[in-house]
């Protein structure tokens, strides 16, 4: 055998023999068989050898070459095998007989009150309501008596898509949609409108303790002739204790802004959190704000096809995330989007 060939052979023997994983093997085979490996450099040395010679020697360079392959690809498979074995001793012993652990799943906080509210206002004979996540400014804003440029934007600045329609930031801007689909039947059958919409609002804002960018809210109205705010009233408070099982209940009225009711008001629970006494959750008021509403502001009927001189209706925009919060005593509105697990399993059914 040629010196150089047998020399670089012995060479690589040595080397597989140290060789102790399968990274340092594929280093191998680039030194020894990529293009400009060792063995690939032997060729150079032909044109050095007279014609007899440069046979005997391609032929020992090309078992040379395939020895290596072989060699390496062996290696690589007891390396394989052996650290597979390393792999298997580590897990520890499995008792087959142990009895399984089932993690059992539930339903989320805001899905069970979600499913709570919608159950108290089909008692009261409201229709439940679905509606999409991707609206248009009119449906939003326009229809709701919120012009371009008017100030109450600030406060719902959101994610808009490249299309110009954006992420709704209230549930009431499905409200327009509702009025029109229902308005035949209030105007010709007597029928007044009483429906819920409950659906995930987005707003471009900054979380805290009680604030995300993304929340359930639940809209509902009721439209028809002679509702007053005495309706309203008597509605939220009978959704209220029912949702808390709590007959005696705190709510109040404030006066609240809001461009799409007149009257508007703030609705507010004493915090269930606190009990009253302030916390981070309700901003130490021990009130935590939590349903928005008044009576529909002439505009909005009109804009829905409804005559504001012949009919009269209330709004509300419930937040539901809030809701949640206050009944399974969530203090911190994060964890609820979170999916970890470790906070929201103490709601699971069999816990
Ligand atoms: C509105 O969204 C009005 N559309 C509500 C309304 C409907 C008023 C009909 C009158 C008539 P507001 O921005 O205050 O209003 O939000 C309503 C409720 O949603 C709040 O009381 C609160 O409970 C909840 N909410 C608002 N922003 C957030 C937020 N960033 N994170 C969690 N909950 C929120």
């Given amino acids: 055998m040629n010196s150089g060939v047998l020399e670089l052979r012995n060479k690589l023997d040595s080397a597989l023999q140290q060789a102790a994983s399968v990274a340092e093997l594929e280093n191998l085979k680039v030194e020894y068989l990529g293009k400009k490996g060792s063995v690939t450099a032997l060729l150079k040395e ?10 005997s020697f391609g032929s020992e360079v090309n078992a040379l ?27 520890e012993e499995f008792d087959i007989s142990m ?20 159950e108290v206002f089909r008692t009261m004979g409201f229709t439940v309501e679905d509606y999409s996540e991707i609206v248009t400014d009119y449906e ?10 008017h100030p109450a934007r600030d406060m719902q600045d959101t994610y808009y898509l490249d299309n110009g329609q954006l992420l709704k930031t209230q549930t009431s801007a499905a409200q327009n949609a509702i009025y029109k689909k229902y308005k035949d039947a209030l105007i010709n059958e007597g029928k007044p409108i009483k429906a819920v919409f409950p659906g995930r609002c987005f707003r471009n804002e900054a979380t805290d303790a009680c604030h995300e960018n993304t929340f359930f809210q ?17 509605s939220m408070k009978t959704m209220l204790s029912e949702v808390f099982e709590n007959y005696g209940l705190k709510v109040r009225l404030r006066p609240g802004f809001f461009p799409f009711v007149e009257p508007g008001f703030e609705l507010d629970i004493s ?20 349903c928005p509403c ?38 911190d509105i994060r964890d609820l989007n979170s999916g970890s697990l470790t906070a929201m399993s103490q709601f699971f059914d069999d816990k």
Wanted: aromatic share 8%; with cysteine; glycine share 10%.
């Fill in 46 to 55: 032909m044109g050095k050898l007279s014609p007899e010679e440069k046979k």
């Fill in 65 to 91: 070459k395939d020895y290596a392959a072989q060699a390496i690809a062996d290696k690589a498979e007891l390396l394989q095998k052996l650290e597979l074995q390393k792999e298997l001793d580590a897990v």
């Fill in 99 to 118: 009895p399984p652990v089932l993690d059992r799943g539930s339903y989320h906080p805001v899905t069970l009150v979600q499913r709570k509210c919608e």
């Fill in 140 to 149: 939003c804003f326009e229809s709701l008596n919120i012009p371009k440029f």
């Fill in 218 to 234: 639940m809209e509902g109205v009721m439209v028809g002739k002679d509702i007053s705010i005495a309706n309203l009233i008597y």
């Fill in 271 to 290: 915090c269930q959190i606190c009990g009253g006494e302030g916390c981070p959750s309700c901003k130490h008021s021990g009130w935590l704000e939590l």
């Fill in 294 to 331: 008044g009576m529909i502001h002439p505009n909005v009927l009109r804009e829905g096809g409804i005559d504001p001189d012949v009919y009269t209706g209330f709004a509300f925009g419930l937040g539901l995330t809030r809701l949640a919060m206050m009944k399974y005593g969530v203090k």
